[in-house]
């Protein structure tokens, strides 16, 4: 298996299981965004998962049955990988959409509909140790010896989907549009229930009070480490991950200064202060 390196498309990597550039290019140039779609984006290890769970729920009216029947990359499947491309793009209704992709490679359609766009981001520094684990324990894509070689690899934007600091400028440059929501995985575990609210205004979806309930309890980390269709365990039988991986790592936000050494931090805070200095500070809620 091709385990130790990347699949490049126009530049940027891309794990080398489930990837191929021609469908990408397909993809981005004739993948028709409906104004009646949900796309859900982010930059991966940011909490991803954990909004579509929350975005199923308020489809289905916190009802569990739908999360616990049906792995969560059918439910919401990643646009630009093989699997979900060929089961979205044909598809009849609306759709629940998932990806990862840089502003300039998603399907272009995305700029002519009204299709309502979920951004979530999360301070880097835990986007990097959350990833450094989880592709230690994979066999998808290249894998890290330590931490301190991630370190370099994320910051060089040598990881899956390429610099985090390209891809949340590129797709803040949409910050304002009517269609698109800005979350924070920050927000959204100092105050799920607000926040979860928002995404419900936002989608002109309404949950009753115990709908609402059910909800949170049923996108908690705890309960979606215990669904297997969520937890990514059926990952295994695909040897794509390790037996011992799981998405569901720690759940926290500041894991990052258990990891990063002094000099890893101040390294960090200058690339940040380097690379994002223009952009409004309220737009990153942990700096
Ligand atoms: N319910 C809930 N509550 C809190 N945190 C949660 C939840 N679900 C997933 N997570 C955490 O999200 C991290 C994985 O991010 P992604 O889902 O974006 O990963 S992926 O890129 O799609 O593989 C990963 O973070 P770390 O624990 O820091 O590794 C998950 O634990």
Redesign the pocket.
């Known amino acids: 298996m091709m385990s130790d390196r990347f699949v490049w498309f126009e530049g940027i990597p891309f794990p080398t299981v489930g990837y191929k550039p021609e469908l990408m290019s397909e993809a981005r140039d004739s993948f028709v965004f409906k104004d009646e779609d949900v796309l859900i984006l982010?930059f991966?290890?940011?909490?991803?998962?954990?909004l579509i769970?929350i975005v199923c729920l308020i489809y289905s009216k916190g009802d569990p049955k739908w999360i616990q029947s049906v792995p969560i990359w059918d439910r919401s499947p990643w646009v630009e990988a093989e699997h979900g491309y060929n089961s979205l793009k044909d598809k009849e209704g609306p759709r629940l959409i998932t990806s990862?992709l840089p502003i300039q490679l998603i399907p272009k359609s995305l700029f002519n509909s009204k299709a309502k766009v979920l951004y979530l981001i999360r301070n880097p520094r835990?986007s990097l140790?959350?990833g450094y684990?989880?592709y230690s324990n994979s066999n998808f894509t290249k894998k890290p010896e330590s931490l301190e070689q991630y370190f370099e690899w994320f910051t060089q934007g040598n990881v899956p989907y390429g610099s985090w600091f390209d891809h949340t400028r590129g797709w803040m440059s949409m910050r304002g549009k009517e269609n698109f929501l800005i979350l924070s995985y920050e927000e959204l575990?100092r105050d799920t229930r607000n926040t979860v609210e928002k995404i419900c205004q936002f989608l002109g979806k309404k949950l009753e009070p115990e709908e609402l309930n059910s909800l949170l309890k049923n996108?908690?980390?705890h309960a979606?480490k215990e669904n297997k269709m969520s937890n990514f365990t059926l990952l295994h039988d695909y040897s794509l991950v390790e037996k011992n991986a799981s998405?569901?790592?720690?759940?926290?936000t500041g894991?990052w200064k258990n990891h990063f050494t002094v000099a890893q931090a101040e390294a960090f805070d200058k690339i940040f202060q380097e690379k994002m200095a223009d952009l409004p500070r309220e737009l990153f809620p942990w700096e």
């Open positions: 982010t991966p290890k940011s909490g991803t998962n954990w769970e990862h835990d140790v959350s684990f989880f575990k996108s908690s980390f979606m998405l569901m790592r720690k759940g926290i894991d």
